[in-house]
């Protein structure tokens, strides 16, 4: 991990937006809420380091309370999607008689594209954070299924697996204490990356208008509300735009570097 500066980069930007975030009340003067129409639309000075909206809100406070929206979904998607996608994976790739019927669920999960799914699943549900978790829960879920079925059904016939079956350990025993821990590096890995697509997507859903109700402030909300005021107000979508940035880029960087590290065969390379 030493060698590998471009992990600590994105370890310093994801601690540095964190700690931004929840330190908000500490770090601004001003409420994400309160209107000021006397001042609306002014540029970035030193009153107002971001500028301020249509509605004379203070952009750097919306960025920073908004940032505790955005990691909170995206962090919500990466613990329900990893519970989720890991039980399918597990039971897919170890008995036998569910692989295929789970396989195959997995396979028209997959068939529809990240985002046309989530819509679909949000206009059925309808607008909300925790309809948008939700979606995006099952949208991201077979993906690390199917990555943990692979790996599964290799441990599955190993040969220390062979021996806790034959000095009779039970299903749930060897799942958890001789397979599941074996697949922490890939779980991390597909985590880190989970976590970034659902900020993106999140945003994406926001932008469209069918995410997070628009009076909530999230990266996503600020730019959809903001591009009717691209060519007068730049700002409006310059400042949560480099929000997500800086999150997405972070949370990759991480991702590449686990997977460089905790992968043998990498390993060996380097």
């Given at each position: ?140 879920a077979p993906r690390l299924a199917r990555v943990v079925r692979v790996a599964t059904m290799i441990i599955r016939e190993l040969p220390y697996v062979e021996a806790a079956r034959a000095i009779g350990a039970t299903t749930p025993r060897i799942l958890l204490k001789h397979v599941l ?90």
């Amino acid at each position: 991990m030493r060698r590998r500066h471009l992990v600590w980069i994105g370890l310093v930007l994801l601690i540095a937006v964190t700690l931004a975030v929840a330190c908000a009340p500490w770090l601004t003067p001003y409420s994400p809420s309160r209107l000021s129409i006397a001042n609306r639309l002014q540029p970035p000075s030193g009153r107002w380091w971001f500028g301020t909206d249509d509605f004379g809100r203070d952009v750097f406070t919306r960025v920073l309370y908004g940032g505790r929206v955005s990691l909170l979904v995206g962090a919500s998607v990466v613990a329900m999607a990893t519970g989720l996608g890991v039980g399918l994976g597990l039971l897919a790739g170890y008995i036998r008689r569910l692989d295929a019927p789970i396989a195959r669920l997995l396979d028209a999960m997959m068939a529809f594209p990240d985002i046309l799914l989530a819509i679909a699943l949000l206009a059925a549900l309808g607008a909300s954070a925790g309809n948008v978790v939700a979606a995006l829960t099952i949208v991201y879920a077979p993906r690390l299924a199917r990555v943990v079925r692979v790996a599964t059904m290799i441990i599955r016939e190993l040969p220390y697996v062979e021996a806790a079956r034959a000095i009779g350990a039970t299903t749930p025993r060897i799942l958890l204490k001789h397979v599941l821990r074996n697949l922490v590096s890939p779980i991390l890995v597909q985590g880190s990356f989970i976590f970034a697509h659902a900020m993106l997507a999140e945003a994406g859903l926001s932008f469209l208008g069918i995410g997070i109700s628009p009076e909530v402030a999230t990266w996503g909300t600020m730019i959809s509300a903001g591009k009717g005021y691209l060519d007068r107000a730049p700002w409006l979508m310059l400042f949560p735009g480099m929000a997500i940035i800086l999150a997405v880029l972070s949370l990759q960087l991480i991702g590449d570097g686990l997977r460089d590290v905790l992968d043998p065969r990498l390993g060996k390379e380097v």
